[in-house]
């Protein structure tokens, strides 16, 4: 029984740990959407544009306004979606604005 609560006490933290007030800024890594999602509607029913400027997040609500800095840029961008990943999915538009490569990723510092 103790082993099961220890296996389980180490998956549940790391993601609680996100929630407990760290918002001072951490490093993650940024994807851009495709250019597939233009047009749809988010998890958040706004209509995604992919020149625009927002962000899917696993985890924070719905038009939480993100610092994501990369390099000397830095850009406030709403989460209008949610993600499966454990980074942040930058639009096009936000992924240009702060230098991300539109077919890559990049390390970028988020606070919130």
């Known amino acids: 029984m103790k082993r099961l609560l220890l296996i389980t006490s180490l998956f549940i933290q790391p993601a ?10 951490r490093s993650v890594i940024a994807t851009t959407y495709h250019e597939w999602y233009h047009g749809r509607t ?5 209509t995604y544009q992919h020149w625009g400027v927002s962000a899917a997040h696993p985890f924070l609500e719905c038009g ?16 209008t979606d949610r993600c499966d990943c454990n980074s942040i999915d930058l639009s096009a538009g936000a992924s240009y604005r702060l230098g991300v490569p539109l077919d890559g990723t990049a390390t970028v510092r988020i606070s919130y």
Do not use: D, E
């Not at 609680?16 to 800024?25: E, I, K, S, V, Y």
């Not at 988010?42 to 706004?46: A, E, I, L």
């Not at 939480?64 to 989460?79: F, M, W």
């Open 16 to 25: 609680f740990a996100h929630h407990t007030g760290n918002h001072a800024g």
């Open 64 to 79: 939480t306004k993100v610092r994501v800095s990369h390099g000397s840029r830095t850009l406030v961008v709403p989460i």
């Open 42 to 46: 988010t998890y958040c029913g706004q």
